[in-house]
């Protein structure tokens, strides 16, 4: 690498040390450089290390989740369910940063505030919590998609005498709701994963729902020692298959329309697919059913009469049957007898978009027209989702732009990798890229950012940043992308959503929605043509 006026610290600093950082730090190692990773929390793990809740575990099949990048590891891994529990997939990450020797360049404990780029040495200078300072040539972001935790705005949140906890900061020592009086607001899909599991001890459980979604069953099972090594004999094909499909699911979309079959095969499809195990009734549907209105509402009405047959009070049936949006466009979250929890004696569901709640209280909590006490109130309220990271980081590029400026009107990228006037910073699950079943994506992020920092290497470049033409044109396709699917006509955190930060109520386009193999061919693209769609110097 070129010599600068001053030598950086590091030649690459790396904020996160979850699956996209460890990766990050994996690669760009093998090419000789001294990187660094920047981790707020004291352990790696990202998502799989802050989510302690109960219930916590994969949505993905947990064998279609795990690394692909080692033969070594997938020969010695054994996953014990279908989808993970979260203390395995924590032990998993654990194993891979022990097995790759990738602590000795982690900082645990070190949350990033701010992060500048300095253009006379062109390289980034990041400032601790606690003050302290290192700089490299590049800077790269793995803050996770969804790891900026949000409480709900309500009055008296630090006045209650109980125990309180977000899903996403849940402590390390178990929590036991024997016998408890428990409160779970918010019904996504952490929420849906909290209630089904602490439903089987809690002495009361209430649940404040704004807005009920659509959950389909999850159908997990054990993994013997037996089927394990039938999996491990599979994993190419496996594998081949995530880079095949829409979203890197082992599942994707029939390419049969909704009408094109008889209703009676329709029906039976349906059915297979409520029984069959992970995401094949939304990523493994008829190909129409997140465009066609018609055909979306007719799924829509299948999963309803599922919630009815199986919640006995046909009141509380209607208030768990989404009425805003359609089946699949928010995200799903797949469960294990949550609907059966609502049949339990000890169980209430209220409903604050009837009732809001006004605010917590020394003991409970008060809505609009009740007050109610508890033990122990669980925020299960989501994540300031793919920018709040970012935001809360004050990242400043050339001449002082704040990123937070330069996306005030939602994110503006090239590739969903890099923004321009923003040298040598590069995003991993960043904004406007595939995310699906996500370390898929990750490993083909994290190797696209080590294939540029590889060319910059090899020809002594020490700055790379996208040009105007490459953001204009990647955001008007990512937006274009969007148009005519249901999931962006609903709030969510996908359409950039969140009621409780300030700022989030317009919706945005954050998230690529096209299909990933049509991703990585734009990027194999760029990479083949040596960059040169970026300006390297
Ligand atoms: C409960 C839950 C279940 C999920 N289930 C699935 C699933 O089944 N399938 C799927 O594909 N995806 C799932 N996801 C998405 C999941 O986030 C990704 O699969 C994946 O873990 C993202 O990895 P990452 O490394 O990019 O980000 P993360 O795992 O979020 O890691 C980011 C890291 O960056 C750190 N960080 C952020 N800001 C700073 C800062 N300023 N300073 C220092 N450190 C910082 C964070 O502490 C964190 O450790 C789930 C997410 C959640 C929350």
Redesign the pocket.
Known sequence: MSEPLTKPDHDVII???????LYQLHCLRQLGLDVHV????TGV???????RYPG?R???ESWS?GYSFSQELLDEWHWTEHFSPQPETLRYLNHVADKFDLRRDITFN????AAHYHEPTRSWRITLEDGSRRSARFLIT??????APTMPRIDGVESFKGQSFHT?RWPKQPVSFEGKRVAVIGTG??GVQTIQEVAKTAGTLTIFQRTPNWCAPLHNAKISAEEMARIRARYPEIFARCQETFACFVHTPDPRGTFEVTEEAREAFWEKLYAEPGFGIWQGNFRDILVDRKANALLSDFVARKIRQRVKDQQVADKLIPKNHGFGTRRVPLETRYYEVYNQPNVTLVDISATPIQRITPTGLATSDAQYEFDIIIYATG?DAITG?FD??DIRGVDGLALKERWKEGPQTYLGVQVEGFPNMFM??GPHTAL????RS?EYNVEWVTGIIRHMVAHGLTRAECRPEGVKAWTDHVKGLGEGLLSNEVDSWMTGINRNVEGKQTRIIARYSGSAPAYRARCDEVAAQGYREVSLS
């Not at 070190?110 to 505030?113: C, G, M």
């Not at 793995?142 to 790891?147: E, F, R, W």
């Open positions: 904020i996160g040390a979850g699956i996209s950082g920047f981790e707020s929390g793990g990202g998502t799989w290390y802050w989510n916590a994969f949505d993905s989740y070190a949350r990033v505030v793995a803050v996770g998609p969804l790891s996403a899909a952490t994540f990271s809360r980081i991993v699950m699906g079943n996500i370390p990750i």
